[in-house]
């Protein structure tokens, strides 16, 4: 009896003990995917690969290097939201232009997209916002390419005095949105939008201001404009992916403000225009610096780049708010993808401009104007693919 | 000589004995392990608050101790407060338990004591599944259906009826620290009310025999016995409701409105310590601002760890006034 209760004890701690072992040894075996701790590693082999496969080709005089096979390069990004619909679009198209490369895109956010480009912990970062003099000097050599452009729209909710809901384009003053913004501007029948919209019974009824709660590039291009129109609001507001709002409330993404915005009568925010047009919103046109009432039309938004377009300068970052051109629509940004101008992977740097040039091309512009965003105009394509082409690899062209 | 040397190899060997009793039963081991799961949990305690301070220096250097009384927060101007977030984390979770601990304690004595046999089960298992619901979930059910429904129609009623009050001034809007309130009453619900059902089933059958053999109604014997006996188990429930609604961070943030404004008005916008962090963390853009974000995860971590404590302590007076007792 004691005895084969010692056995089974035995038993058991030998169990205990090959299980153990078998965790042990189990976990530094390489697994594909699920931790990016491991997907690194594999990565670093790919490089190691093209690596020895450059050497070869440096050492023997060969015409061209062996085509990789299909999917075999990974190309890792990370950055903003706001273009994530469409990159995932682009990539998913893209697997059938070239079946070699595959991507992988983490939204997290411009913020995050600067730091690990920074890091060169990814391939592409991606970013709503412009890069600072300070974030530009932690990474030398990087390069922000102006892919699409989304325009911002103010939305509203008002009902008219025999309570019906007004589905008419108010038209926005020049600086009525900033003063709307800075609660100067506290009912829909001030004098400001009533003089701009005659044609509109707008009713005696105070305005409640929707922003957008999370830090977002929405916000970064609104507050840009804002700024841009009103001296005051860029004293004492500013710009930024989250500002301090003097006054109204909070949503949280599109949907939150837009939310916010049907269930509130009076109330007015804004939201990514793509956002706006997929749920039928009812938007506004907005006076632009030209002194006309615009809609935000691809056309428009096109125009206010080409506006830009001749001074893009060496960086090719700015701001496109406010442009001065008749037919601008003056509320809207570019979404940049960050890259390094010298690749350190040949191999990923290749298919990486390649893709980029393909997005910027008509085969992509035309998956851009599906989702809502607007491509580049003729100026502004030139200059980008003009500095693409100087993108290098360990110092040689690519 | 011999003698002791015998004796002393006889008590080795019973020494050896007992250690192969205790082992053999796996005794050692299990305790070994249990120890080792308590002790996962003090480590992550200590590693989470030791990381969120390690990583926010900046705004400790700048700010100091202003940091929790400053209400200002302003990203452009690199100015960062945190008090609206504190008032916003606290006024929200403790309104949520005035509004929660009456409905589910009605909720846990009608389960345990009164509801008929055939209906325990099936709505048992109802509030158990309110539970599982995901917070975005009720967060855009909140904004989308129960605000305009629900709570637009009593906030303004409130507001016409009582607005003189400074709790329920105006003006009305949809989003307000009253909705965020009420949807983290809901969700605490049912974690209170599962809780103190099992609490009180526990109590054992003798307790409430005598109250009824001492000729006790249904209502003394619940609120004369069984709820100062199961006491310091339902205040442990009504802790367990308290973290979450602390905590509370998806649903919260889009029914709230995210408004820095401090105003004791439950019908204006508010702002939590949860919601800021999740609203502005993935778009933070430069070292100060990330840091104070997690200064503020560090100021919610501290205010749970004390809320707890406070509430740990509370339980122990309570049940130390009580002479049998239902522990959690």
Known sequence: MFKSRMIVTGLLVALVGILVGACASATPAPQPTVTPAVTKVVETKVIEQTKVVEKVVTATPAPATPAPKAGSVLINGAGATFPFPLYSRWFYEYAFVDTTVRFNYQSIGSGGGIAQITAKTVDFGASDAILTADQYAKAPGIQMIPVVAGPIVPIYNIRSDDGKVITDTIKFPRTALADIYLGKIKKWNDPVLAQANPNIKLPNKDIVVVARSDGSGTTFAYTDYLSQVSAEWKEKVGQGTSVKWPTGLGGKGNEGVAGTVSQNDGAIGYVEFAYAKQNRLAYGAVQNKAGEYVLPTVEAVQAAMADFGANMGDKLALSIADAPGKKSWPIASYTYLLIYMDQTDCVKGKKLVEFIKWGLSDAGAKFARELDYVPLPPEVHKVVLDKLSKVTCQGKPL | ?328
């Open chain 2, 1 to 328: 000589m011999f003698a002791v040397s015998q004796a002393k190899q006889r008590a080795s060997q019973s020494r050896w004995q007992t250690l192969k009793r205790h082992l053999q039963h796996g005794d050692v081991l299990f305790r070994v392990l249990t120890a080792l799961g308590a002790l996962t949990v003090f480590m992550l305690i200590v590693i989470i608050g030791y990381e969120l301070w390690l990583n926010s220096p900046l705004p400790r250097e700048k700010f100091g101790w202003r940091f929790l009384v400053e209400s200002e927060w302003n990203p452009v101007t690199q100015e960062f407060g945190a008090f609206p977030f504190i008032f916003g984390t606290l006024q929200t979770s403790v309104m949520a338990l005035i509004f929660a601990v009456p409905v589910s304690l009605g909720i846990a004595i009608f389960l345990a004591e009164l509801a008929p046999a055939w209906l325990r089960q099936p709505l048992g298992f109802i509030v158990e599944l309110l539970a599982a619901v995901p917070s975005v979930v009720y967060g855009l059910w909140g904004l989308f259906v129960f605000i305009p429904a629900f709570v637009r129609p009593i906030a303004e009623l409130l507001h016409t009826t009582l607005g003189f009050l400074p709790l329920f001034t105006g003006p009305v809007y949809g989003p307000s620290r009253l909705s965020a309130s009420l949807i983290l009453a809901i969700m605490i619900l049912p974690t209170i009310s599962a809780v103190s059902r099992d609490v009180l089933l526990a109590i054992p059958a003798s307790q409430r025999e005598a109250a009824l053999a001492l000729g006790a109604t249904r209502w003394e014997m619940i609120w004369r016995v069984l709820l100062p006996y199961g006491l310091s188990g339902i205040l442990g429930a009504v802790i367990l409701g308290l973290g979450r609604a602390l905590g509370e961070t998806m649903a919260v943030t889009m029914v709230i409105g995210n408004n820095l404004a401090l105003t004791a008005s439950l019908l204006h916008p508010g702002y939590t310590m949860a919601s800021i962090i999740a609203n502005e963390f993935a778009e933070a853009t430069y070292e100060l601002y990330i840091q104070s974000l997690i200064q503020i995860a560090l100021v919610l971590f501290v205010v749970t760890l004390v809320l707890n404590s406070i509430a740990r302590v509370l339980v122990w007076r309570v049940a130390r006034r009580v002479p049998t007792e239902v522990r959690i």
